[in-house]
């Protein structure tokens, strides 16, 4: 922000991540909030992703109904709209994922969230 010269200079800037801050999604929220609790400061794009990526292992666990590491790759493929704090999700034929971007403006040095755009497969 110094570099900047402030906040003040730091408006209409347009970037897209994982998620933001400042989306009102309860689900969102309630994630900054505990983690905001917990470490005392906000919680960045990697810690979001982390806390999706377990939740995500626990869900294809739940819906594998046992520890069989074949049984839970195979519901790991089969995610469909997973909605985690980064946004919903699922897997394509390739494993890779379909998963939402989230467009964030800057204002002042103050996030907002502009939309949230899910990729056609």
């Known amino acids: 922000m110094e570099l900047a010269g402030g906040p003040q200079n730091l408006n209409d800037i347009y970037y897209t991540n994982h998620y933001t801050i400042a989306d009102p999604d309860p ?10 609790e ?8 990697f810690a979001a992703t982390a806390y999706d990526a377990a939740y995500l292992l626990a869900d294809a666990i739940n ?4 520890a ?12 469909k709209d997973f909605q985690g704090v980064t946004g919903r999700m699922s897997f394509d034929a390739n494993h890779n994922p379909i998963k939402e971007v989230t467009i964030v403006a800057l ?3 103050k996030q907002s969230l502009v939309k949230k755009i899910l990729p056609k497969s």
Do not use: C, N, S
């Open 27 to 36: 689900k969102v929220q309630a994630f900054v909030k505990a983690y905001r």
């Open 38 to 45: 917990k470490y005392g400061t906000d919680p960045e794009a």
């Open 63 to 66: 819906r594998a109904g046992k």
């Open 68 to 79: 069989d590491p074949q049984a839970i790759r195979d519901a790991l493929e089969q995610t």
């Open 107 to 109: 204002r002042e040095d």
